[in-house]
C-alpha cells in the first residue's frame, strides 16, 4: 500500500516532464540537433533570402536583351567663338568665315526584339546620326543600320548582324495596370547598363507633347526613374517581360521627376512589324478632323482636307461621324485608331448623321503622311 502511494507521488511529475521535454523538441528542434528548414514563398520558388522582395530573376531574363546606343553626327560650326554671341554673329554671316567640322555624339538604349537582330530603340536618339553603334550586354560592339522610323511614336527600327543574340520576351500591355511594379533598364547618362524600379502611374496618357497631335499618343506612366540614356530602353514587368519602350519624362531639364512614359510594347511591335515589312508605318487616311458632340455618340466633323479621301466622298464640315465600317466611334482618340488601321486604297462605309438625317456614304481610304495632321 505504502509502495503504492509512493508510485503515485512521484510518478505525476516524471509524466509532466516526459511530456513537456517532447513538446520542447517538437517545437526547437535544434535541441535535437536538426537544422530548420528555410521557408518557401508563396509562388514556391525556394528562396534562402524569403522576405527580402527581388527582381533580380526579371533583369537576368531581360537585361541580355537591352543595349548601349551610340551616335555621332557631323555639325558644321564657325571657328570663332564670337559668331555665337548675337551681338557679333552678322559679322560672320558670308561664304568667306573659315569653318570647322566636330562629331556630335549622343547616347540612348535599345531592346533586341528577335534573334535575326531587329532593335526597337527612339526615334530622338538616332535622328539624324551618321553612324550608329550598338553595345551589346556581353561587351560586343558592331555597326547598326537603320530600317526606318516612326516618328508619331517616336520609334525606331535598327538592324544589326551578329550571331547569338538574346531577344526580349514579349509581354502583353494590354493588361498593365496601374500599380504595376516595373523596372526600367537601359544606359542613363552613358554610366552603363542600369535598372531602376517603380510602379505603372497611368495608362493611355496623351497630350505628353512627343506627337504633334496630342491624340495619337498612347503612353503607359511610370515613376521609375528614366534619365538622359534611357531612351530606347526597355519598361519590363516583375516577370522580365517587355511592356514598354522608354521614351520620354514630363521635366524641363532633362533628368527623372518622377513622371516618366513609355510607348506599350504592343504599339512598338506593330510599328516594327511595318517598318520591317515595309521600311515606314502605314496607316490609313481620310483627311477629317473633328471633335466630342454633346448629346450624339461620335465625332463632329470640323475640318476636312479639300481632295482628301473624305471630301472627295461627300463629307461636310458639321457631319456628325457616328460609325466606321459599322464600327461604333466612341471619341476621337477611338476614330483615330479606326482610321489608322484602314487599308490604303480600301473602301470604308461611313455613317454620318447630317441636319439631323443619318445618311451613308463610302469612301477609299488613302495613306497618311508624316506631314498631314488630320486623321
Not at 512521484?10 to 520542447?24: E, K, Q, R, S
Not at 519624362?249 to 527623372?256: K, R
Given at each position: 500500500?505504502?509502495l503504492?502511494?509512493?508510485?503515485?507521488?512521484?510518478?505525476?511529475?516524471?509524466?509532466?516532464?516526459?511530456?513537456?521535454?517532447?513538446?520542447?523538441?517538437?517545437?526547437?528542434?535544434?535541441?535535437?540537433?536538426?537544422?530548420?528548414?528555410?521557408?518557401?514563398?508563396?509562388?514556391?520558388?525556394?528562396?534562402?533570402?524569403?522576405?527580402?522582395?527581388?527582381?533580380?530573376?526579371?533583369?537576368?531574363r531581360?537585361?541580355?536583351?537591352?543595349?548601349?546606343?551610340?551616335?555621332?553626327?557631323?555639325?558644321?560650326?564657325?571657328?570663332?567663338?564670337?559668331?555665337?554671341?548675337?551681338?557679333?554673329?552678322?559679322?560672320?554671316?558670308?561664304?568667306?568665315?573659315?569653318?570647322?567640322?566636330?562629331?556630335?555624339?549622343?547616347?540612348?538604349?535599345?531592346?533586341?526584339?528577335n534573334?535575326?537582330?531587329?532593335?526597337?530603340?527612339?526615334?530622338?536618339?538616332?535622328?539624324?546620326?551618321?553612324?550608329?553603334?550598338?553595345?551589346?550586354?556581353?561587351?560586343?560592339?558592331?555597326?547598326?543600320?537603320?530600317?526606318?522610323?516612326?516618328?508619331?511614336?517616336?520609334?525606331?527600327?535598327?538592324?544589326?548582324?551578329?550571331?547569338?543574340?538574346?531577344?526580349?520576351?514579349?509581354?502583353?500591355?494590354?493588361?498593365?495596370?496601374?500599380?504595376?511594379?516595373?523596372?526600367?533598364?537601359?544606359?542613363?547618362?552613358?554610366?552603363?547598363?542600369?535598372?531602376?524600379?517603380?510602379?505603372?502611374?497611368?495608362?493611355?496618357?496623351?497630350?505628353?507633347?512627343?506627337?504633334e497631335?496630342?491624340?495619337?499618343?498612347?503612353?503607359?506612366?511610370?515613376?521609375?526613374?528614366?534619365?538622359?540614356?534611357?531612351?530606347?530602353?526597355?519598361?519590363?514587368?516583375?516577370?522580365?517581360n517587355?511592356?514598354?519602350?522608354?521614351?520620354a519624362?514630363?521635366?524641363e531639364?532633362?533628368?527623372?521627376?518622377?513622371?516618366?512614359?513609355?510607348?506599350?510594347?504592343?504599339?512598338?511591335?506593330?510599328?516594327?512589324?511595318?517598318?520591317?515589312?515595309?521600311?515606314?508605318?502605314?496607316?490609313?487616311?481620310?483627311?477629317?478632323?473633328?471633335?466630342?458632340?454633346p448629346?450624339?455618340?461620335?465625332?463632329?466633323?470640323?475640318?476636312?482636307?479639300?481632295?482628301?479621301?473624305?471630301?472627295?466622298?461627300?463629307?461636310?464640315?458639321?457631319?456628325?461621324?457616328?460609325?466606321?465600317?459599322?464600327?461604333?466611334?466612341?471619341?476621337?482618340r477611338?476614330?483615330?485608331?479606326l482610321?489608322?488601321?484602314?487599308?490604303?486604297?480600301?473602301?470604308?462605309?461611313?455613317?454620318?448623321?447630317?441636319?439631323?438625317?443619318?445618311?451613308?456614304?463610302?469612301?477609299?481610304a488613302?495613306?497618311r503622311?508624316?506631314?498631314?495632321?488630320?486623321t
Amino acid at each position: 500500500m505504502y509502495l503504492q502511494r509512493l508510485l503515485q507521488f512521484v510518478g505525476w511529475p516524471i509524466t509532466a516532464g516526459v511530456i513537456i521535454a517532447l513538446l520542447a523538441l517538437l517545437l526547437f528542434p535544434q535541441l535535437r540537433g536538426a537544422q530548420p528548414q528555410p521557408q518557401t514563398p508563396p509562388n514556391g520558388t525556394a528562396n534562402p533570402h524569403y522576405g527580402v522582395v527581388s527582381y533580380a530573376d526579371a533583369v537576368d531574363r531581360a537585361a541580355p536583351a537591352v543595349v548601349n546606343v551610340y551616335t555621332e553626327k557631323r555639325v558644321v560650326q564657325r571657328n570663332q567663338d564670337l559668331s555665337n554671341s548675337p551681338f557679333f554673329r552678322h559679322l560672320y554671316n558670308n561664304s568667306n568665315t573659315p569653318q570647322q567640322e566636330r562629331m556630335q555624339k549622343t547616347l540612348g538604349s535599345g531592346v533586341i526584339v528577335n534573334s535575326s537582330g531587329l532593335i526597337l530603340t527612339n526615334n530622338h536618339v538616332i535622328n539624324g546620326a551618321d553612324k550608329i553603334f550598338v553595345l551589346l550586354y556581353d561587351g560586343r560592339v558592331t555597326n547598326a543600320e537603320l530600317i526606318g522610323m516612326d516618328s508619331d511614336n517616336d520609334l525606331a527600327v535598327l538592324k544589326i548582324q551578329m550571331e547569338n543574340l538574346t531577344p526580349i520576351i514579349q509581354g502583353n500591355s494590354d493588361n498593365v495596370r496601374v500599380g504595376d511594379v516595373v523596372l526600367a533598364i537601359g544606359n542613363p547618362f552613358g554610366v552603363g547598363q542600369s535598372v531602376s524600379q517603380g510602379i505603372v502611374s497611368a495608362t493611355g496618357r496623351w497630350n505628353v507633347g512627343v506627337s504633334e497631335v496630342a491624340y495619337r499618343e498612347n503612353f503607359i506612366q511610370t515613376d521609375a526613374a528614366i534619365n538622359p540614356g534611357n531612351s530606347g530602353g526597355a519598361l519590363i514587368d516583375a516577370y522580365g517581360n517587355l511592356i514598354g519602350i522608354n521614351t520620354a519624362v514630363l521635366d524641363e531639364s532633362n533628368t527623372s521627376s518622377g513622371i516618366s512614359f513609355a510607348v506599350p510594347a504592343k504599339i512598338a511591335m506593330e510599328s516594327l512589324h511595318q517598318i520591317a515589312q515595309h521600311g515606314r508605318v502605314i496607316r490609313g487616311w481620310l483627311g477629317i478632323e473633328g471633335g466630342p458632340h454633346p448629346r450624339v455618340k461620335g465625332i463632329v466633323i470640323s475640318g476636312v482636307d479639300i481632295n482628301g479621301p473624305a471630301h472627295l466622298a461627300g463629307v461636310r464640315p458639321n457631319d456628325i461621324l457616328t460609325h466606321i465600317n459599322h464600327e461604333e466611334i466612341q471619341d476621337a482618340r477611338q476614330c483615330m485608331d479606326l482610321v489608322n488601321k484602314l487599308i490604303p486604297q480600301s473602301k470604308v462605309k461611313l455613317n454620318l448623321i447630317r441636319n439631323g438625317e443619318p445618311i451613308e456614304i463610302e469612301a477609299i481610304a488613302g495613306e497618311r503622311s508624316n506631314a498631314q495632321t488630320k486623321t
